[in-house]
Nanobody
Framework: QVQLVESGGGSVQAGGSLTLSCAYSGLDDSEFWLAWFRQPPGEERERVVCIAPGDSTTYDHSVRGRFTISRDRGKKTLYLQMGSLKPEDTAMYYC?????????????????WGRGTQVTVSS
């Protein structure tokens, strides 16, 4: 059974930084795409970034250059380093896994979700 557990959310001021972590288990990370999605208040869940089994990455244009996805395969942990945070980055952030052979774009592509961690950016 795939399990994803996020941590590291919090409240920061605009311009600040946060690093989210996602401990994963029950999946083969040489086969699964991993991703971070977010859901702002009152809006739909959207993909932020994904990382392929071969470590190539795809970023949403809104975070490119500010956010960095990485992972430690030995620790089975996925990271999202977030810098130059903006109030519009405020959202619940979710770790996600998909075994579909391409970078998941839609929540419908996702096979397993974490419970999420809240990020709040104040101006």
């Amino acid at each position: 059974q795939v399990q994803l557990v996020e941590s590291g959310g919090g409240s920061v001021q605009a311009g600040g930084s946060l690093t989210l972590s996602c401990a994963y288990s029950g999946l083969d990370d040489s086969e699964f795409w991993l991703a971070w999605f977010r859901q702002p208040p009152g809006e739909e869940r959207e993909r932020v970034v994904c990382i392929a089994p071969g470590d190539s990455t795809t970023y949403d244009h809104s975070v490119r250059g500010r956010f960095t996805i990485s992972r430690d395969r030995g620790k089975k942990t996925l990271y999202l380093q977030m810098g130059s945070l903006k109030p519009e980055d405020t959202a619940m952030y979710y770790c996600a896994a998909a075994n579909i052979g391409f970078c998941p774009l839609s929540p419908a592509n996702i096979g397993a979700w974490g419970r999420g961690t809240q990020v709040t950016v104040s101006s």
